[in-house]
């Protein structure tokens, strides 16, 4: 029986007309949260999701405050037709690709920050970064209303932020850690490298 096509949606509105069909249906919702420039790390997370979710939603959203120098958020990698691609191929059943204004409209003034577990390693060093991840996810989990969201371990730190996210504001959401995808030479697979 040949796969239904993957739809792309880059609305809030349209994003959870679709989850409330599905879930209408009874059927469970895996997220899968990237930036882009998807690599086989990305793709193993969308195959984890697949493995454990009726239907999985990927996102792709270069969000802004996550990056504490301009000129990093525009030398970020964008490679929008090959993602895609391989999302259609591996059977994401929708890409999510909001603007940065559906994302963050006119007026916007709420940011999430968690203390504690943000300090100290990466957060030590890029000032501001943490709390633009947590604030993005937050409103990506709340967005997709999804059952289970799914992160490589790479981003280990990133991992307990948002799970102290989810548990503090009672998201009802899994979070599933997958195992960190290697290059030959042992470098751990990004969309930077």
């Not at 040949?2 to 009874?26: F, I, N, S, Y």
């Not at 059943?93 to 409209?105: K, N, R």
Request: aromatic share 6%; hydrophobic share 45%.
């Amino acid at each position: 029986m040949p796969r239904p096509p993957m739809h792309t949606l880059d609305a809030v509105a349209a994003l959870r007309q679709t989850v409330r069909d599905w879930k209408r249906q009874g059927l469970t919702v895996g997220l899968v949260p990237t930036m882009g420039a998807l690599h086989e790390g990305h793709l193993s997370l969308a195959r984890a999701a697949l493995a454990q979710a009726d239907r999985v939603i990927v996102s792709i959203f270069v969000n802004p405050t996550q990056f504490d120098n301009p000129s990093d958020l525009a030398t970020y990698p964008r490679t929008w037709d090959d993602d895609r691609r391989l999302l259609a191929d591996a059977g994401v059943h929708v890409l999510y690709a909001p603007t940065v204004a559906e994302m963050y409209p006119a007026g916007f003034a709420t940011h999430v920050s968690v203390a504690g577990v943000s300090a100290g390693l990466c957060g030590a060093h890029r000032p501001g970064h943490f709390d633009g991840v947590a604030t993005v996810v937050c409103k990506l989990f709340l967005q997709s209303q999804a059952d289970m969201a799914f992160f490589g371990e790479k981003d280990f730190q990133q991992i307990h932020v948002v799970r102290r996210m989810a548990a503090d504001l009672d998201i009802p959401i899994r979070l599933v850690a997958c195992p960190t995808l290697r290059e030959a030479d042992g470098l751990a697979m990004s969309s930077r490298n």
